[in-house]
Protein backbone atom coordinates (compact mmCIF):
# COMPACT_ATOMS: atom_id res chain seq x y z
CA UNK A 1 0.00 0.00 0.00
CA UNK A 2 1.42 2.85 -1.19
CA UNK A 3 1.79 6.31 1.44
CA UNK A 4 -0.94 8.10 -1.32
CA UNK A 5 -3.40 5.10 -1.22
CA UNK A 6 -3.04 4.91 2.94
CA UNK A 7 -3.73 8.82 2.82
CA UNK A 8 -6.43 8.96 0.24
CA UNK A 9 -8.37 6.64 2.74
CA UNK A 10 -7.82 7.89 5.93
CA UNK A 11 -5.67 5.38 7.19
CA UNK A 12 -2.49 5.54 9.42
CA UNK A 13 1.10 4.77 8.38
CA UNK A 14 4.37 4.55 10.02
CA UNK A 15 4.80 8.23 8.22
CA UNK A 16 2.19 9.88 9.79
CA UNK A 17 2.42 7.54 13.43
CA UNK A 18 4.20 9.87 15.32
CA UNK A 19 7.68 8.76 14.10
CA UNK A 20 6.92 5.07 14.55
CA UNK A 21 9.82 2.84 13.16
CA UNK A 22 10.74 0.02 11.34
CA UNK A 23 11.02 -2.82 13.00
CA UNK A 24 14.77 -3.84 13.56
CA UNK A 25 16.62 -6.56 11.52
CA UNK A 26 17.61 -8.10 14.92
CA UNK A 27 15.19 -9.29 17.00
CA UNK A 28 17.20 -8.23 20.48
CA UNK A 29 16.17 -4.65 18.81
CA UNK A 30 12.66 -4.64 19.00
CA UNK A 31 10.28 -2.58 21.24
CA UNK A 32 6.84 -2.74 21.48
CA UNK A 33 7.10 0.59 23.18
CA UNK A 34 8.33 2.14 20.00
CA UNK A 35 4.58 2.06 18.95
CA UNK A 36 2.76 3.50 22.01
CA UNK A 37 1.43 6.36 20.15
CA UNK A 38 -0.21 4.26 18.02
CA UNK A 39 -1.37 1.67 20.94
CA UNK A 40 -3.12 4.86 22.53
CA UNK A 41 -4.54 6.31 19.73
CA UNK A 42 -6.02 2.80 18.06
CA UNK A 43 -6.99 1.62 21.28
CA UNK A 44 -9.22 4.63 21.80
CA UNK A 45 -10.78 4.15 18.20
CA UNK A 46 -11.41 0.59 18.78
CA UNK A 47 -12.86 1.24 22.35
CA UNK A 48 -10.55 -1.65 24.44
CA UNK A 49 -7.82 -0.78 26.89
CA UNK A 50 -4.73 0.20 25.41
CA UNK A 51 -2.86 -1.86 27.64
CA UNK A 52 -4.06 -5.02 26.81
CA UNK A 53 -3.14 -3.92 23.27
CA UNK A 54 0.36 -3.45 24.21
CA UNK A 55 0.44 -6.82 26.26
CA UNK A 56 -0.39 -8.85 22.70
CA UNK A 57 2.36 -6.26 20.91
CA UNK A 58 4.89 -8.04 23.44
CA UNK A 59 3.27 -11.15 23.21
CA UNK A 60 3.79 -11.28 19.76
CA UNK A 61 7.22 -10.10 19.70
CA UNK A 62 8.57 -14.08 19.70
CA UNK A 63 10.00 -13.79 16.18
CA UNK A 64 11.33 -10.94 13.94
CA UNK A 65 8.89 -8.41 12.40
CA UNK A 66 11.52 -6.53 9.79
CA UNK A 67 9.56 -6.40 6.51
CA UNK A 68 12.38 -8.50 4.79
CA UNK A 69 12.68 -10.79 7.45
CA UNK A 70 8.44 -11.53 7.32
CA UNK A 71 8.86 -11.50 3.73
CA UNK A 72 11.46 -14.85 3.68
CA UNK A 73 9.07 -16.02 6.68
CA UNK A 74 6.00 -16.19 4.42
CA UNK A 75 7.98 -17.78 1.44
CA UNK A 76 8.33 -20.69 3.78
CA UNK A 77 5.16 -20.86 5.38
CA UNK A 78 2.63 -19.01 3.45
CA UNK A 79 0.50 -19.07 6.02
CA UNK A 80 2.27 -17.49 8.96
CA UNK A 81 1.48 -14.20 10.26
CA UNK A 82 2.07 -10.76 9.83
CA UNK A 83 2.83 -7.36 10.95
CA UNK A 84 3.99 -6.48 14.79
CA UNK A 85 0.93 -8.02 15.86
CA UNK A 86 1.25 -11.36 14.14
CA UNK A 87 -2.47 -11.14 12.50
CA UNK A 88 -3.59 -13.93 10.56
CA UNK A 89 -4.78 -13.42 6.99
CA UNK A 90 -8.48 -14.57 8.31
CA UNK A 91 -8.66 -12.49 11.26
CA UNK A 92 -7.53 -9.96 9.27
CA UNK A 93 -9.74 -9.97 6.07
CA UNK A 94 -12.71 -10.22 8.96
CA UNK A 95 -11.91 -6.84 10.42
CA UNK A 96 -11.39 -5.28 6.70
CA UNK A 97 -14.77 -6.41 6.01
CA UNK A 98 -16.26 -5.47 8.67
CA UNK A 99 -14.69 -2.24 9.23
CA UNK A 100 -14.02 -0.97 5.21
CA UNK A 101 -10.20 -1.04 5.11
CA UNK A 102 -9.09 -0.78 1.71
CA UNK A 103 -4.95 -1.91 3.35
CA UNK A 104 -4.33 -5.23 2.04
CA UNK A 105 -3.23 -8.32 4.60
CA UNK A 106 0.15 -8.18 2.62
CA UNK A 107 1.08 -4.37 4.02
CA UNK A 108 0.92 -5.11 8.04
CA UNK A 109 4.42 -6.20 7.62
CA UNK A 110 5.44 -2.60 5.95
CA UNK A 111 2.95 -0.47 8.26
CA UNK A 112 3.35 -1.36 11.92
CA UNK A 113 0.90 1.63 12.85
CA UNK A 114 -1.49 -0.10 10.13
CA UNK A 115 -1.07 -3.27 11.80
CA UNK A 116 -1.17 -2.21 15.49
CA UNK A 117 -4.80 -0.55 14.17
CA UNK A 118 -5.74 -3.63 12.54
CA UNK A 119 -5.18 -5.80 15.83
CA UNK A 120 -7.10 -3.13 18.02
CA UNK A 121 -10.09 -2.99 15.94
CA UNK A 122 -10.06 -7.15 15.79
CA UNK A 123 -10.18 -6.81 19.95
CA UNK A 124 -12.67 -4.38 19.56
CA UNK A 125 -14.62 -7.19 17.62
CA UNK A 126 -14.05 -9.54 19.75
CA UNK A 127 -14.97 -8.11 22.90
CA UNK A 128 -18.57 -7.17 21.35
CA UNK A 129 -18.84 -10.81 21.08
CA UNK A 130 -18.19 -11.90 24.68
CA UNK A 131 -20.83 -12.15 27.04
CA UNK A 132 -20.79 -9.30 29.40
CA UNK A 133 -20.91 -12.26 32.29
CA UNK A 134 -18.48 -14.78 31.99
CA UNK A 135 -16.87 -17.56 34.67
CA UNK A 136 -13.79 -16.04 36.56
CA UNK A 137 -10.23 -16.99 36.87
CA UNK A 138 -9.75 -14.55 33.63
CA UNK A 139 -10.12 -11.09 33.36
CA UNK A 140 -12.41 -9.85 30.42
CA UNK A 141 -8.54 -8.33 28.60
CA UNK A 142 -7.34 -11.81 29.03
CA UNK A 143 -10.24 -13.57 27.51
CA UNK A 144 -10.15 -10.90 24.53
CA UNK A 145 -6.37 -11.95 24.72
CA UNK A 146 -7.27 -15.73 24.45
CA UNK A 147 -9.32 -14.49 21.29
CA UNK A 148 -6.45 -12.90 19.61
CA UNK A 149 -4.33 -16.22 20.04
CA UNK A 150 -6.92 -19.00 19.60
CA UNK A 151 -9.31 -17.34 17.71
CA UNK A 152 -13.34 -16.55 18.89
CA UNK A 153 -14.95 -19.83 19.22
CA UNK A 154 -12.23 -20.65 21.69
CA UNK A 155 -12.67 -17.43 23.80
CA UNK A 156 -16.68 -17.84 24.16
CA UNK A 157 -15.45 -21.32 25.39
CA UNK A 158 -13.04 -20.58 27.91
CA UNK A 159 -15.92 -17.62 28.79
CA UNK A 160 -18.26 -20.70 29.44
CA UNK A 161 -15.83 -22.35 31.68
CA UNK A 162 -13.96 -24.41 29.26
CA UNK A 163 -10.09 -25.20 30.39
CA UNK A 164 -7.39 -23.81 27.84
CA UNK A 165 -4.93 -25.72 27.20
CA UNK A 166 -1.17 -25.33 27.41
CA UNK A 167 -0.84 -23.01 24.78
CA UNK A 168 -3.29 -20.64 25.44
CA UNK A 169 -2.16 -20.22 29.41
CA UNK A 170 0.68 -19.70 28.48
CA UNK A 171 -0.37 -17.02 26.52
CA UNK A 172 -2.29 -15.36 29.60
CA UNK A 173 1.10 -16.12 32.15
CA UNK A 174 3.13 -13.88 29.33
CA UNK A 175 0.12 -11.34 29.10
CA UNK A 176 0.14 -10.95 33.05
CA UNK A 177 3.81 -11.03 33.39
CA UNK A 178 4.35 -7.99 30.91
CA UNK A 179 1.69 -6.20 32.60
CA UNK A 180 3.83 -4.10 34.35
CA UNK A 181 6.28 -3.33 31.41
CA UNK A 182 3.41 -2.74 29.09
CA UNK A 183 1.97 -0.13 31.53
CA UNK A 184 5.46 1.47 31.88
CA UNK A 185 5.43 1.63 27.97
CA UNK A 186 2.43 3.52 27.29
CA UNK A 187 3.03 5.77 30.81
CA UNK A 188 4.65 8.60 28.27
CA UNK A 189 1.80 8.63 25.78
CA UNK A 190 -0.97 8.16 28.67
CA UNK A 191 0.28 10.61 30.98
CA UNK A 192 1.10 13.45 28.66
CA UNK A 193 -2.35 13.15 27.53
CA UNK A 194 -4.28 13.33 30.50
CA UNK A 195 -1.44 16.52 31.94
CA UNK A 196 -2.86 18.22 28.86
CA UNK A 197 -6.76 17.32 29.36
CA UNK A 198 -6.00 18.81 33.24
CA UNK A 199 -4.38 21.44 31.26
CA UNK A 200 -7.58 22.85 29.25
CA UNK A 201 -10.08 21.67 31.96
CA UNK A 202 -8.59 22.63 35.03
CA UNK A 203 -9.32 19.12 36.40
CA UNK A 204 -7.71 16.25 36.89
CA UNK A 205 -8.23 13.54 34.95
CA UNK A 206 -8.36 9.64 35.11
CA UNK A 207 -7.28 7.63 31.73
CA UNK A 208 -7.96 4.26 33.44
CA UNK A 209 -9.29 2.83 30.00
CA UNK A 210 -5.91 3.08 28.71
CA UNK A 211 -4.66 0.88 31.42
CA UNK A 212 -7.17 -1.33 31.61
CA UNK A 213 -8.72 -0.83 34.83
Not at 31 to 39: N, R
Not at 72 to 94: D, I, T
Not at 131 to 139: D, E, I, L
Not at 159 to 188: C, F, H, I, K, Q
Amino acid sequence: MTRETIAASGESSAADGGGAPTPPLRPSGYDPGDYAEAVVRSAEEAGVSALLLMGVLHNEAYKPHHPLLERLWHWWKPEASFGVANMHRAAFEQVRRAHGLTGRWEDLRDDPVFAVRAAALHLGDLDRRLPRRHVRGYSRDELLALGYNAGERNMLAFARGVPPGPTARSYVRRLRADRPRSAEALEPVTGRRARAREGTSGTPVRHDRANGS
